[in-house]
T-cell receptor, first 117, second 114 residues
């Protein structure tokens, strides 16, 4: 089954304690991305990657790090989490080039709800 | 600027009514892609449609239809004969052709009352 998986699904942590949210896709997609969803703000892109070892900042990269060492994995790292990073996080992936231009948009993971106390 | 505006924060309709969700976008690019996603109460994000900027043909899929108008930079979504299962948050999104960043609107929360 084609899917994007995220772990953990729920996480409560304390300020300053480093954490990693993993993301993996089994569709051989080149493009992967992280978003955060906050009430009234919609989804905002944190980082994205167009292929292995290629990453770019989105609109809200401050306080986050990513790495793309393998095509299927794109972990999100919070080196020193703060309460303002309490949010719902989504990982997504997509094919960069689709035959016939029939891009289907992004496949999203189920989300990770993070609370930073 | 690259931006998507969904001015309707919340909408409530009675079942079987038609409802239109508005989406207005801004982009410097002449080529771009527009998307609609649905987020039901369970939380996952479901792809609904993608539209290229060079294809202004409107699309219908069952009870769903989309009206793309470049002249007004709008990509509105209409649900005909709404059902309770349509209750969700709907997001409009933009991807300019230059770069690979996506821009989402703030979403419209639709409640269909039985």
């Amino acid at each position: 089954e084609a899917q994007v998986t995220q772990n953990p699904r729920y996480l409560i942590t304390v300020t300053g304690k480093k954490l990693t949210v993993t993301c993996s896709q089994n569709m051989n997609h080149e493009y992967m991305s992280w978003y955060r969803q906050d009430p009234g703000l919609g989804l905002r892109q944190i980082y994205y990657s167009m292929n292995v070892e290629v990453t770019d900042k989105g609109d809200v990269p401050e306080g986050y790090k990513v790495s793309r060492k393998e095509k299927r994995n794109f972990p999100l790292i919070l080196e020193s989490p703060s309460p303002n990073q309490t949010s719902l996080y989504f990982c997504a992936s997509r094919l960069m080039r689709v035959a016939g231009g029939r891009e289907r948009g992004q496949y999203f993971g189920p989300g990770t709800r993070l609370t930073v106390l | 600027a690259q931006k998507v505006t969904q001015a309707q924060t919340e909408i409530s309709v009675v079942e079987k009514e038609d409802v239109t969700l508005d989406c207005v976008y801004e982009t410097r690019d002449t080529t771009y892609y527009l998307f609609w996603y649905k987020q039901p109460p369970s939380g996952e994000l479901v792809f609904l449609i993608r539209r290229n900027s060079f294809d202004e043909q409107n699309e219908i899929s069952g009870r769903y239809s989309w009206n793309f108008q470049k002249s007004t930079s709008s990509f509105n979504f209409t649900i005909t004969a709404s059902q309770v299962v349509d209750s969700a948050v709907y997001f409009c999104a933009l991807r300019p052709n230059t770069g690979n960043q996506f821009y989402f609107g703030t979403g419209t929360s639709l409640t269909v009352i039985p």
